[in-house]
């Protein structure tokens, strides 16, 4: 197939911006990534509002946005888990996560994404976070 240029208006260019990032650091192009989202979406693994659904009705997960500095204690998360349910965070700041925390409140999580930021985590809950997370950026314990 040839290759053509194709304008998408109204596309965020900051979004653009971070998927361009996360394909080269995964030896990818931003092509092959935005081909495996469209035939997803045709595939019916998206509804019509473009939230993902996995096919099976489910709404999707309330994401946390980081791209500045948080710091999340135990009591944050819990009281964040009241308001939306089980939840994931997406980061390319600085994410602090405080030493009150345990492991039954860090179940509230589902994912955590680090972008091209850092994550301090309690060192002795180190695995359980490397366990739910993928690390573009860097994880630091403490």
């Known amino acids: 197939m040839p290759r053509k240029t194709v304008a998408i208006r109204g596309l965020d260019t900051e979004l ?4 361009f990032s996360m394909a080269k650091k995964d030896g990818k ?3 092959e990534v935005v081909n495996y989202a469209l035939q997803a979406f045709l595939n019916g693994d998206y509804d019509s509002n473009g939230s ?3 096919g099976n009705g489910n709404s999707s997960k309330f994401v946390l946005r980081n791209n500045g500095d948080i710091s999340l204690s135990k009591r944050d998360i819990v009281s964040l ?3 939306v349910g089980a939840f994931q965070i997406e980061t390319s700041g600085h994410l602090f996560f405080e030493n009150d925390l345990d492991k039954e409140t860090l179940a509230s999580i589902d994912k955590i994404v680090v972008h091209d930021g850092t ?3 309690p060192k002795g809950l180190f695995p359980q976070f490397l366990i739910k997370s993928e690390i573009y950026g860097k994880i630091e314990k403490y």
């Open 81 to 83: 888990r009241k308001e």
């Open 29 to 31: 192009r931003v092509a």
């Open 119 to 121: 994550m301090e985590v």
């Open 16 to 19: 653009y911006h971070e998927v």
């Open 52 to 54: 993902e659904n996995g």
